[in-house]
């Protein structure tokens, strides 16, 4: 008797099919290309991963361990040669864990990682930034991997109606725009694409940040903090206006990318005025939004 | 001029649609009814609320404050008459959510609560567990309102590959179950239907409470303890037999319900082994369960 | 040989003494005791508690199970007779610890919940508002029990240097306070007494809502929401500046107080403008915040 | 008028002294060294950073950009020239922050970050490991640095009292240990040290994971796993035993380090039979260890 049977491929009667079956929370560091102005480091990403695969209604349980190998092996190509992308790295693991699992028809992978960039503030100050990346890819055996490419970025916005309201009820006339409730906004950003397609993250996040009343600094001195809140009242935004702006110039500034492209962008902000958060969100295809 | 104009309902060119526009974050205390035995305290729960609705391409904003009047004249309700289930309670806002937003086409409502029951442990000592519920709701102006309910339990898993793979290398054959690996488990089970059709919350949670190893207890003296460790081994389960074993016991238990019912089932296993999780989950329509 | 035998109360050699030996996140609903004005479910929290004693170097283990019959009766007890405040249902846990753990010297307890209050924004219209709740105790054998109290309330602060910037950047001379960033700020304030003084948790709430630039309210309708906006930047105020002002609302409201009484005030600014918070202080006695 | 007046800077009558102001939440890549053996990535951390200083009781405000300036100083030095420890970085940034602050008498620096390792499993098998690392740093202007160097382990605790009680229960007589529940533990070390002692992250790391009934593993194949399994049952352990055990490990394997050294140790269980958890926590001198 082998000692240590194969309990996971036993064949079951009745059983039900198990749309995922996987493992999360795996932890590892991954290495991306980054430009060659950026020092070595931003390049490596801590991330956490999930990873599923799904299991026929005959088989009794999925052999998980494979999932930690397929990721291993992915993560140590990553080292010796850094992949392009955390969502192509999301693609490489989908497209391995089918081959590995042979009786699975689908393959799910998430990986989500803090990222890091250069800024400047606005009065010309060097800052660095901190982001979030999103990576997804799902796949059925046979068809072409479908990959998410997400960002999370942290802005600003300022409440257009406080504003028009404070005014109206003040009768204010200044210069200068009037006082309103500012706030932490959250704004996601995520393009599902086929396999070919490529999308760089620092792009959308540079789409992302013009879309807030104003973006934020980690180091910001007087006169820069002081154009930060100008600048926000200036471009006073609901949450439904950056998910709109977000939207606009997603359109406007990728005229190639194919219609069915899927976007799904949402913006939370921590309201100021109130315990609760206000929220916005669009989901359609590229295709859709252009109609 | 008003000095509040409505700068919300203001008409724009070249918008967007968006899908979701509303709160997140909503804390509230309801009532729900609960059956004779229990004390008064079991039948409020403390909650939190999210709630959208759609906004058109050419108006400007959503009025968010309506969803807040809307929480309160619903949870007001509750105090005076009990609501009988978090769903029915995420229905009804989801209801007048669409009919005091006269532009919306579309509401999502979402509220999550902790949840507590009596309970008995296997050596027949009173204790009292705690649940997660979900209650959900949607619907689009015109259409029958779809909702959800949903339950959080936590038991435990015993592996069954670990223990036949220790008796394999061991030779074992003591007169009572191998050692094996086993840890914490949280399992959801969300059935979502149209509004007319009732499921009994605590129905559902002692269907999954069957489902694991064994389900836990806050207070365990020395032979409960090893009533529930001698329990859970004498019925090792991965992940996927928790799923499975809820599905049978649903199609099973509720012949009654119709076919368009849609179920989720998740179990998410906190392995002892690693640091990382287990995880199975299955989403389907009670017809296609039943087929 | 009893087949339950004491493995915890066993003698060891060579052990250490432990500092705390527990449990920690048991949820549990209990009774606390409201001004007439309230609605019965008011009266409801929803706590997780954590308990600990210590334990001698020559015991191999502390009688867990024994917490959590020490919680099932103090918590069954409020809810026949509800408790007059958090922290005294956390001295009365640590006082029966005590007693049910001979061999412990000393006892500690943890207990937060959500809280709600009736509230009304500044034009006058009702609103319910939520907060946290803080009780803990502690104790030495043969010496009285020392308890806190603790809330958490949310409000909104408006930046005095931003604003002061602007004005100096653009010469603003406005008829209302010029703008600057404001956010959502989270203060919280713990009183540690012995166990016969009394401090209420409601005073508490009122004394730090009046220390933010302005509270905040879960509805608001358009002229409240303007009011709050003007408010906040009438008394803008960084996190420095929310800590002493309850400070010295406390030394001013409560004269009578003893001069033992331990204070802790902390106020965290979730800052519009950066995507990290600002955090200010202070923890001191009574007496020296007199002196 | 100079434009961008120091509000912060101003004096202010009737203060109250802060104990502790600055920012919270900082998130950063920094650049430790590590053996050769290791690939360069795995010297990358993402941390999470939390620095104050005082403030006296007659000045308005802390000059809470200068914090920023002061990390991203430190944080540049690392990349070009690797830190030797996180508790390091901390002592530096904490050194710098009185430099900078000259009104300031103390100072104190968090900083915690996921952290990678090589291990091997009982039969041999390459997997990495995830693990917690925080740095601290205090000191009080004029006097010598204090510095804290922890780690976070996740493992596995198997418990004694159930596994005797089975066998009482039972009279299982078999060839191997019988069965228990055993459950995910996460076992802190802390210690606090003068700026000049020096002690290694992967010494308390190795430490720590010989005091668990077993460590865990991100990759077992089954053979694996079945040891695991049975190395946890052979060493049973309440999280009592846990801390017991690193606190002799400690006193052991430090001989050299002085009796000022401050230790927390605490051990955690994620406990499989219970919703809650069970927690044994030690605070000490190593001179009151070693007495």
Redesign the interface.
């Known amino acids: ?5 194969d ?2 491929g036993r064949r079951i009667d ?18 991306i290309k980054r430009s060659a102005k950026d ?4 390049g ?3 991330c956490d991963i ?1 990873v ?1 695969v799904d ?1 026929p209604a005959v088989q ?3 052999h ?2 494979r999932n ?2 397929v990721i ?1 092996e992915i ?1 140590d190509e990553s ?1 010796r040669s850094p992949t392009d992308g955390i969502e192509n790295l999301a693609a490489e693991i989908c497209s391995k864990l089918l081959s590995r699992h042979d009786y699975a028809h689908t393959a799910d992978v998430s990986i989500t990682a ?1 990222y ?1 960039r250069s800024a400047v503030t606005p009065n010309g100050r060097d ?4 982001y979030g990346l999103i990576g997804e890819a799902s796949c059925v055996r046979g068809r072409p991997i479908r990959k998410t490419l997400g960002i999370t970025v ?1 802005g ?1 916005t300022a ?4 504003q ?3 005014v ?17 906004n959250v704004c996601t950003l995520m393009l599902s694409m086929d396999e070919g397609v490529e999308v760089e993250a620092d792009d959308l996040i540079d789409l992302v940040e013009k879309s807030f009343s ?1 973006p ?8 820069d ?2 154009a ?3 600048n ?2 200036s471009n006073p935004k ?4 950056v ?2 702006d977000v ?2 110039r997603l359109v406007e500034g990728y005229p190639d990318l194919p219609d069915d492209i899927g976007v799904l962008v949402s913006s ?1 902000s ?15 295809t590229l295709g859709e ?1 252009r109609s």
């Open positions: 008797m082998n000692p240590t049977c309990v996971q009745a059983g039900f099919k198990l749309s995922r079956v996987g493992v999360t929370g795996v932890k590892k560091q991954i290495r020092n070595g480091i931003n490596v990403l801590t999930d599923f299991l009794k349980g999925s998980l361990s930690l190998e291993a993560v080292v803090d890091f800052t660095v930034e901190s942290v600003m409440c257009p109606c406080a028009e309201t404070v109206g009820i003040t009768g204010y006339g200044g210069n200068i725009p009037a006082m309103s409730h500012n706030q932490r104003s934020t600094f980690e180091l910001l001195k007087r006169d903090e002081a930060v809140v100008m926000a009242h609901f949450v439904e206006d998910v709109r939207l606009r939370e921590e309201e100021s005025i109130h315990k609760h958060n206000a929220f916005a969100e669009r989901y359609a939004l």
